[in-house]
């Protein structure tokens, strides 16, 4: 079955778009949330989330479009990133549902804005680093492998760091010697210290 991400170009706002328990355990979309307004004018039909999915960091909503496509948007606390999947029928015609009414990209688009990525100031390739996190594919690609490899190559500790957190989101092995190269870096460095995590966790 065919699936899409898009990652949304504003990052989250915890304030305004995210519920959160008394403790903190678990927290859900806003029900006043944009895209959850955008959802009912669309006249798509919420569903309950499936029972496994039970992340108290990242809230979510599920809905199905008259065409038969399944829309979930999902605000992912960690990062600070919202996303929408979508799967099913018509996801094409749904992408441009929400393309037409929402700043946001696609795989494509994160990987040809990170094709320049020297080009990009600091927080920009920050932030296009965690979009590439939540829309890169299940199954290994070259060019994302390229991308992380040259995100640790960068002289900015900030970038170094982003780019774990696409290995840590993706758990390819083929990543696996960017995570080398970090820990190869002076021992303190706070990306050294993820990559010693990561390597942990992909064996």
């Given at each position: 079955m065919?699936?899409?991400r898009l990652?949304f170009?504003a990052?989250?706002?915890?304030?305004?778009?995210?519920?959160?328990?008394?403790?903190?355990?678990?927290?859900r979309?806003?029900p006043k949330?944009?895209f959850?307004?955008?959802?009912?004018e669309?006249?798509?039909?919420?569903?309950?989330l499936?029972?496994w999915y039970?992340d108290g960091?990242?809230?979510a909503c599920d809905?199905?479009?008259?065409?038969?496509a399944f829309?979930?948007?999902?605000?992912d606390?960690?990062?600070?990133v919202?996303?929408v999947e979508?799967w099913?029928d018509?996801?094409e015609?749904?992408?441009a549902?929400?393309?037409?009414?929402w700043?946001?990209?696609?795989?494509?688009?994160?990987l040809?804005a990170l094709?320049?990525?020297?080009a990009?100031?600091?927080?920009?390739a920050?932030?296009?680093l965690?979009?590439?996190a939540?829309?890169?594919?299940?199954?290994?690609?070259?060019r994302?492998?390229?991308?992380v490899?040259?995100?640790v190559r960068?002289?900015?500790?900030k970038?170094r760091?982003e780019a774990?957190?696409?290995v840590?989101y993706?758990k390819?092995?083929?990543?696996r010697?960017?995570?080398?190269?970090?820990?190869?870096?002076?021992?303190?460095d706070v990306?050294?210290?993820?990559?010693?995590?990561?390597?942990d966790l992909?064996r």
């Amino acid at each position: 079955m065919p699936t899409r991400r898009l990652a949304f170009a504003a990052p989250l706002d915890e304030d305004s778009e995210v519920e959160w328990d008394a403790d903190g355990g678990w927290c859900r979309v806003a029900p006043k949330h944009p895209f959850v307004v955008f959802a009912v004018e669309q006249g798509w039909k919420p569903l309950q989330l499936p029972e496994w999915y039970d992340d108290g960091d990242r809230a979510a909503c599920d809905w199905q479009t008259p065409d038969k496509a399944f829309v979930r948007l999902t605000l992912d606390t960690i990062i600070a990133v919202s996303h929408v999947e979508l799967w099913g029928d018509s996801i094409e015609r749904t992408e441009a549902v929400i393309r037409a009414g929402w700043e946001c990209k696609a795989y494509g688009d994160v990987l040809s804005a990170l094709g320049h990525l020297d080009a990009l100031g600091a927080a920009q390739a920050k932030q296009e680093l965690r979009r590439l996190a939540v829309t890169g594919p299940r199954d290994p690609d070259t060019r994302t492998v390229e991308v992380v490899e040259a995100a640790v190559r960068d002289p900015g500790p900030k970038i170094r760091s982003e780019a774990m957190k696409v290995v840590l989101y993706l758990k390819w092995q083929e990543l696996r010697p960017s995570v080398e190269h970090a820990l190869s870096l002076d021992p303190d460095d706070v990306t050294a210290s993820n990559a010693l995590f990561l390597l942990d966790l992909m064996r």
